[in-house]
């Protein structure tokens, strides 16, 4: 069975293939946007994760023909009533570089988080998986992986707010933990491990 992964990460491929291994799953060959023929991608304007992941899935599935999965994902924060959100990569408005648009948005979130104190930094990361059929079968769910925001941004390992999150049960930031270790109980990890079972229902 071919699975369409609607993303041009390599890492994000590479992520799901490990995790395709480690649950056993076999018959499963797993491509990217790179593997088959462009075809518009609409742009991100859903008020959900869910409706993001949906409706990527939903369009990579009816341009290829093939089962498709994807994600969508971001940092929902207690104190800023579960924003930046499905905003997330865009929060400050920054344009430029990956890299420089996750440093303007991590900056802005710190900026507005100052005057919070220790008990009210919660946070969580939030992602939702999707599947869809080109016949309209659909499935998807959503996992957070919570944890704290701290003050001062740490470590290099990750990407957009990872520096400055603690997850539940850790005193690294998620950006000072080795990749290996974060695949293992990120959001995005939960949220294909899920997924994973259930795509038979597609099959």
Same mark, same amino acid.
């Given at each position: 069975m071919k699975i369409l992964l609607a993303t041009r990460n390599d890492a994000k491929l590479a992520e799901l293939r490990r995790l395709v291994d480690?649950? *056993?799953? #076999?018959?499963l060959e797993i491509r990217g946007l790179d593997d088959v023929p462009e075809f518009p991608e609409a742009?991100?304007?859903?008020?959900?994760?869910?409706?993001?992941?949906?409706?990527?899935?939903? @369009?990579?599935?009816?341009?290829? *023909?093939l089962v498709a999965v994807a994600d969508d994902s971001g940092l929902a924060v207690d104190a800023l009533n579960g924003m930046p959100g499905v905003l997330s990569a865009r929060w400050s408005g920054r344009r430029g570089s990956r890299t420089? $648009?996750?440093?303007? !948005?991590?900056?802005?979130?710190?900026?507005?988080?100052? @005057?919070?104190? #220790?008990?009210r930094r919660g &946070?969580?990361?939030v992602c939702a998986a999707a599947a869809a059929h080109p016949d309209g079968r659909e499935v998807v769910v959503v996992e957070r992986w919570p944890g704290?925001?701290? $003050?001062?941004? $740490?470590?290099? !390992? *990750?990407?957009?707010?990872?520096?400055?999150?603690?997850?539940?049960g850790e005193s690294r930031t998620s950006a000072e933990m080795a990749p290996e270790e974060k695949? &293992?109980?990120?959001?995005r990890s939960?949220?294909?491990?899920?997924?994973?079972?259930r795509l038979s229902e597609l099959g």
């Open positions: 480690a649950q *056993g799953i #076999e018959g742009p991100e304007t859903g008020a959900t994760f869910e409706e993001n992941a949906l409706a990527k899935a939903r @369009d990579a599935a009816a341009a290829t *023909g420089e $648009r996750d440093a303007a !948005n991590l900056a802005l979130v710190l900026d507005q988080m100052a @005057d919070v104190p #220790e008990d &946070a969580a990361f704290t925001l701290i $003050r001062l941004a $740490r470590g290099t !390992n *990750g990407f957009g707010y990872d520096p400055a999150f603690v997850p539940e695949d &293992a109980v990120s959001h939960q949220a294909l491990r899920a997924l994973l079972p």
